[in-house]
């Protein structure tokens, strides 16, 4: 029998394990695994009831994020260290006047009540998604992730991952300066 026949099966699996490698390290926007696609990008935010975090029994529903001015949406947990990190760069935006909207999802309500007390809180508005029925409309893989609303309530964009310098100035900037001017904010 031919010796290259032998090396068929191996240059078969190779070629399998190469094709599969390819397709999990890639993704419909290219290399970065952080940029989800969205089925939401350009629709409505879901329609939702929600309670204020620390101020059980308040309610909210979706139109509290079509004030005619664009906000970010923070996903975030006190069991996400990934949050923890992030947390100090959203203070710093909220310093700088960015509307930020907390969703605390699936968490204890009174560790992030304390978390937001220690730490400083960047939200304008705490909304406490204790279920993650809110989170599973948005689609939302895990936390944290944000997503940028325009003054419409329409979804303009989805970050999974941690909102930083570089996600802001190259990624998010751009589209809140957009979003703004088109708002007369």
Not at 53 to 69: F, H, M, N
Not at 134 to 152: N, Q, R, S, W
Request: glycine share 8%; proline share 5%.
């Amino acid at each position: 029998m031919n010796k290259k026949i032998l090396f068929i099966p191996l240059m078969l699996f190779l070629l399998l394990a190469a094709a599969l490698l390819w397709q999990l390290t890639r993704n419909a926007d290219g290399d970065d695994p952080t940029r989800l696609e969205s089925a939401l990008i350009g629709k409505p935010v879901p329609l939702f009831r929600l309670e204020a975090l620390d101020q059980p029994g308040k309610i909210y529903d979706q139109r509290v994020l079509t004030d005619g001015k664009p906000i970010l949406l923070n996903v975030w947990a006190t069991w996400c260290p990934t949050c923890r990190a992030e947390h100090q760069y959203l203070n710093t935006l909220a310093e700088q006047g960015i509307r930020v909207v907390g969703l605390n999802y699936k968490d204890d309500r009174q560790k992030a009540v304390n978390w937001l007390n220690t730490l400083g809180n960047p939200y304008a508005l705490s909304l406490y998604d204790g279920n993650g029925m809110l989170g599973l409309d948005l689609g939302v893989y895990g936390a944290p992730e944000t997503f940028l609303i325009d003054g419409k309530g329409i979804i303009r964009y989805r970050h999974a991952g941690d909102l930083n310098a570089r996600v802001w100035d190259q990624e998010v900037k751009p589209l809140w300066m957009k979003y703004s001017a088109e708002a007369g904010s």
